[in-house]
């Protein structure tokens, strides 16, 4: 079992068209035709959707992806129109409502692999290989990568994993010239940040793009490099052969995990609401990840 333990009823907004709820964040049409998308404070952990919001998220994980967008402005266009709240809209979305040009996705879940973890490092127990790609004999949990690699997935239902796919198989779905496009673009991205998380003391093991085309022009969609989408591991807690802690959800893993929670991991059922100092310490992880990479005080 997994999902949302309660699925929220969206706001409905005049002049605004919901389109679909995501697990985090709700997605709206405006009249000109364009997406409005929005991030919640939700935070999913163990496939869940949890019971408890943690402040702040969503303004913060929207700013982090909007700062990552100007770095990589050289490198992808994105598809970011306006972060001014559409009108009607309540105040409360203010720094985490972005409108965005509706784009022709590509249905590939586009990840990039500097390190090799969770899927990853599943299949290459197995063969020795990720999404066919061969990889030196050696490697453990959380060893860097000789080189990133491009890992594509298809996309799942809520609930339902990523299914990793050979780069073969995707060239096939949405043709050569699409595949080769969409693993350039997805390594150099990948690259450019994770030397930037670097130099600011976060490894960024692995994330997850999505692309869409404006046109002939493939366009860097969706949100990028929030922990939502990437994982984010403390450099000086880094070391291979083990799980490393998570940047930002380790608190919430590892009290779902006591015994204090009472919850079953492996049972169908849902997890229990969050105690208050998770809580704090989860929202006080997101803000030190927003401050360290951005460089900003977040006020
Ligand atoms: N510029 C865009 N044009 C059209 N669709 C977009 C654009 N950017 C993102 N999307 C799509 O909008 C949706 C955003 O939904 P969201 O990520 O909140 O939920 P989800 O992908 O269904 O579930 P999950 O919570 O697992 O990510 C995705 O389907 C994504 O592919
Ligand atoms: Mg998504």
């Not at 390594?187 to 997850?208: F, H, M, N, P, Q």
């Amino acid at each position: 079992m997994s999902g949302f333990v309660e699925k929220p009823e969206p706001l409905q907004v005049p002049g605004l068209v919901h389109l679909h709820t995501g697990k985090v964040r709700e997605l709206y049409r405006n009249e000109a035709g364009d997406l409005v998308m929005v991030a919640s404070d939700r935070i999913s952990a163990y496939d869940w959707v949890l019971p408890t919001e943690i402040p702040d998220k969503g303004r913060v994980l929207t700013q982090l992806s909007l700062w990552w967008f100007d770095q990589l402005a050289d490198l992808a266009p994105n598809h970011v129109l306006s972060t001014e709240l559409p009108p009607g809209a309540p105040a409360d979305w203010e720094g985490r409502a972005l409108v965005c040009k509706s784009l022709r996705m590509v249905p590939v879940e586009c990840v990039a692999r500097g390190y090799l973890t969770g899927s990853g490092l599943a299949e290459y127990d197995e063969t020795r290989t990720v999404c066919g790609l061969a990889l030196p004999e050696g490697l453990v949990d959380g060893s860097e990568l000789p080189a990133p690699i491009f890992t594509p997935a298809t996309k799942a239902e809520v609930g339902e994993h990523d299914e990793n796919v050979s780069y073969e198989e995707v060239a096939r779905q949405v043709g050569a010239d699409t595949a080769a496009a969409l693993r350039q673009s997805t390594l150099a991205v990948y690259s450019r940040a994770r030397d930037i998380a670097r130099e600011r003391g976060i490894v960024l093991a692995d994330t997850k793009f999505e692309f869409g085309f404006d046109g002939d022009d493939l366009v860097l969609a969706d949100e990028v490099l929030t922990p939502d989408s990437s994982r984010f591991w403390p450099a000086d807690r880094w070391e291979p052969g083990r799980a490393q802690p998570s940047y930002d959800k380790q608190f919430v893993r590892d009290w779902l995990t006591s015994a204090e929670s009472g919850w079953d991991r492996g049972s169908e059922q849902p997890p229990p609401p969050l105690p208050p100092q998770v809580v704090d310490a989860t929202r006080a992880k997101y803000v030190e990840a927003y401050e360290l990479l951005t460089g900003q005080r977040w006020s």
